[in-house]
């Protein structure tokens, strides 16, 4: 594991609890408090004092019979969340690969995160153009369609919270007035989709649309990126169709259906 | 563990020399599905102390692999040790070490997503998974615990508990998920009588709206139902094909009992959470 620099940053209780939970492996999945002591050259009380707050948390159990401890189901469940995250979207790849290449514009799936739109995935399609939406990347809402588009159905007070903070004009094209987003987001939920030229860079269009999880959420988005003059309002009709299309199919595969 | 009685007992705590630790465990089981990610401000936040509090006690966390930091806005998600360790805790189930190849196979006979399930207290904790191309249990994951009241996988263990038990256990009432929840105690006593009448359970629509799940009990050689087999799925899939869900499910609960209890080793059901 990494470790910081900075030791003054390090809280020595917390470090020593993960150093003993780290102890347990398949191989030595129960130990006593002796064993951990030794191991870690840490006091029998300190570490006695260590492991009951685990236990009591749900991150040790004890084995009455032996009075050793094993790892605890917190650890199962949080486990769960760290491996779920990734593989919720991996299925959708393939759709994200036939658009970029038709189209030749680089697609992304989105969600909203922390107040931004996160660039979950990309596939290039084999464009060289250069942006900014490298997956793992973050991003403003209110310049970029693949985040009003989701920030659109969100709650009132969510709406609410982006929009009184205030926001980077990053082009001339950038709309940073509450009152104008909030007649946007209006429209983009009649519409359902968005489109925002030139509002991030000048010369990039981006066009999104929602996608439905298995409540009936959106939760995330579909977006195509590129050049504003690749965009005119003919192509933007058919581009916005295959987009609806693949998002579908991607709601489909979150088990969401229409009915 | 009870959340009602963590909760009891973190809050006193929190002046005690052991508190760092506390918070820091609080920050790790404030992740969810719903929440993968989290920045210092709402750490802070949720846990009730200063920002630079939280920065420690997260970069300390993350100096353990617990946490990682995507760059550049100060959010955290679940690190490696996290995962590593949920393997060894997984590893912890031995009886379930073959029931892999069972539940591949009820999903690929079903289309659905198939789940082994333990109880704890009154909820139920997914220990295997096999996902169906569906993808419809979004939020099921292993090690996720649902309410066990109103899911399949939970009414197959509760079936076989006395009922004076299942009284202790939801003492103070039962939670509703969706507006076919059982609520009453007495409905809910009612339905679990009938699931150990027929040997399996079914839940429409009653923890997840659209959601029907089917259940089985799996025993021990005692002949305690110690934990269950389900499957999931959307009601438009299930409900035209019940019975033959309900025929793949209870065969694959036999084979598995039959597997388990075929053992020099019985299960302890004391010993399992």
């Known amino acids: ?259 | 563990m009870n959340s009602k009685m963590t909760e009891r007992v973190v809050q006193p705590m929190t002046r005690t020399p052991n508190s760092s630790l506390t918070n820091a465990l609080r920050i790790l089981k404030s992740f969810s599905i719903d929440h993968p990610e989290w920045t210092l401000s709402e750490i802070s936040e949720v846990i009730g102390v200063s920002k630079s509090t939280a920065c420690r006690l997260v970069q300390t966390l993350e100096s353990e692999g617990f946490m990682f930091q995507i760059e550049p806005f100060n959010t955290y998600r679940l690190g490696a040790s996290v995962l590593a360790l949920s393997h060894t805790v997984a590893g912890q189930f031995a009886m379930f070490k073959d029931t892999t190849s069972y539940l591949k196979q009820l999903t690929e006979l079903t289309g659905e997503s198939s789940h082994i399930a333990v109880l704890d207290q009154a909820e139920v904790i997914y220990i295997q998974k096999e996902d169906s191309r569906h993808r419809v249990q979004l939020r099921s994951h292993i090690g996720r615990r649902n309410p066990a009241h109103c899911t399949a996988s939970g009414q197959a263990i509760l079936a076989y508990m006395e009922p004076a038990d299942i009284e202790k256990l939801y003492a103070s009432g039962l939670a509703s998920c969706t507006p076919r929840t059982i609520v009453s105690l007495e409905k809910l006593q009612h339905t679990l009588a009938s699931v150990r009448q027929q040997g399996y359970s079914i839940s429409n629509g009653e923890f997840m709206a659209h959601i029907v799940s089917v259940g089985a009990p799996i025993f021990n050689k005692r002949g305690q139902a110690f934990a269950s087999i389900s499957v999931a799925g959307l009601n438009k899939r299930m409900l035209p094909n019940l019975p033959r869900m309900v025929s793949c499910v209870r065969q694959t609960s036999e084979a598995i009992t039959e597997s388990i209890c075929a053992r020099s080793k019985d299960v302890d059901i004391d010993k399992l959470i």
């Not at chain 1, 408090?33 to 948390?57: N, P």
């Not at chain 1, 970029?144 to 007070?157: C, H, M, Q, Y």
């Open chain 1, 1 to 259: 594991m990494t470790s910081l620099s900075n030791e003054k940053s390090i809280v020595h209780s917390v470090k020593n609890a993960m150093r003993i939970l780290r102890l347990f492996t398949p191989k030595q999945s129960e130990l006593g408090i002796t064993e951990i002591a030794e191991q870690l050259r840490l006091s029998k009380s300190s570490v006695h004092r260590y492991v009951q707050t685990l236990a009591r948390e749900g991150f040790l159990v004890r084995n009455d019979k032996t009075g050793e401890y094993r790892l605890g189901l917190s650890l199962l469940t949080l486990g769960g969340i760290a491996q779920t995250y990734k593989e919720i979207y991996a299925d959708a790849v393939p759709y994200l690969q036939r658009l970029a290449e038709r189209f030749r514009m680089p697609a992304h799936l989105c969600i909203m995160e922390n107040r931004h739109v996160f660039y979950l995935l990309r596939e290039m399609g084999g464009s060289s153009i250069k942006l900014v939406t490298k997956s793992g990347r973050y991003n403003d809402l209110h310049c970029t369609a693949e985040g009003l588009v989701i920030l659109a159905f969100k709650s009132a007070d969510t709406i609410g919270s982006i929009l009184n903070k205030p926001m980077t004009s990053y082009t001339a094209f950038t709309v940073t007035d509450p009152e104008q987003l909030e007649r946007q987001l209006s429209q983009i939920r009649s519409d359902r989709y968005a489109i925002t030229r030139d509002t991030y860079a000048v010369g990039y269009t981006s066009i999104a649309v929602p996608i439905q999880d298995d409540r009936g959420e959106v939760v995330s988005s579909l977006a195509l990126i590129g050049e504003t003059r690749q965009v005119d309002a003919e192509r933007e009709g058919i581009l916005l169709d295959e987009l609806r299309q693949n998002a579908k199919e991607i709601a489909k595969l979150l088990g969401y259906y229409e009915s």
